[in-house]
């Protein structure tokens, strides 16, 4: 009898486990529930495949998440398709929910963290942007950890406003990613306009994607941010974040 059960135990494990392997990479079935062609806003059904346990910030919980639930990122060499503005990403890099240097923020939902499909770079991209976020954390013990928008979705593509107004001309090949400037009153969540961020430690954000090697930073013109011209560009729309992009 005993022997029986041990089977049974066995072979529910090994279901489980085919299963767990079985499962496709969680971009491919994003992407397939993205690519339907009505234009309606990106809904629930769409967002099902990439369910990811909430958010967890152990410095507000007693509870610490347990390893299992940490992170990980699947690393693979990306490859940039075209342009910004016209291109797709291939091999993306999905960037996790949050960590201890960061939040995701989701800008059309207005809260965190941003939904996964949202949150798809080049390896490069995400590399560069968790080290930028961590040696900018090292640098300001006290500072609040970083907001990090929108990458690109799982293959790239038209990220436009049929995915949440107002949606982005570029995005699409796993070369941008948003980042909003840390707020005065500390709090983890996207500023509101000019007036609600910290100058110096924005500046300083935009300093280091400058020195990581960001060919363009577009920062808002009532920001009073700057840096080298023909790198750091102000643009409209960009008065509660910045917006990276590394060369192609
Ligand atoms: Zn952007």
């Not at 066995?10 to 085919?18: D, M, N, Q, R, S």
């Not at 400037?181 to 500046?203: F, M, N, T, V």
């Amino acid at each position: 009898m005993r022997l029986v059960v041990i089977v049974l135990v066995a072979g529910g494990l090994a279901a489980a486990a085919g299963g767990m392997l079985g499962t496709q990479e969680p971009g491919a079935a994003e992407e397939r529930g993205v690519s339907v062609t009505t234009p309606t806003p990106v809904g629930d059904a769409r967002e099902a495949p990439d369910r990811e346990p909430p958010a967890r910030d152990s410095r507000d919980r007693s509870t610490a998440a347990p390893d299992s639930d940490k992170p990980r990122i699947e690393w693979r060499s990306s490859q940039a398709v075209g342009l910004p503005h016209a291109g797709n990403l291939e091999r993306g890099v999905k960037l996790p929910f949050g960590g201890v240097n960061y939040f995701t923020w989701d800008p059309i939902q207005k809260e965190s963290p941003n939904r996964g499909w949202r949150r798809w770079g080049t390896d490069r991209l995400v590399r560069t942007t968790l080290r930028v976020v961590r040696d900018f954390a090292a640098a300001h013990p006290r500072a609040p950890r970083i907001g990090i928008g929108d990458l690109s979705r799982p293959r790239g593509g038209d990220f436009g406003p049929r995915y949440g107004l107002p949606g982005h001309a570029s995005h699409q090949n796993g070369l941008d990613v948003d980042l909003y400037y840390p707020r005065l009153d500390r709090r983890e969540r996207a500023p509101l306009g000019p007036d609600q961020i910290d100058p110096s430690l924005s500046q300083d954000l935009v300093d280091r994607f400058v020195r990581a090697g960001a060919e363009t930073v577009f920062v808002g013109p009532n920001t009073d941010l700057g840096g080298p011209p023909g790198v750091v560009v102000p643009l409209v729309n960009h008065d509660n974040h910045l917006h990276a992009r590394l060369p192609g």
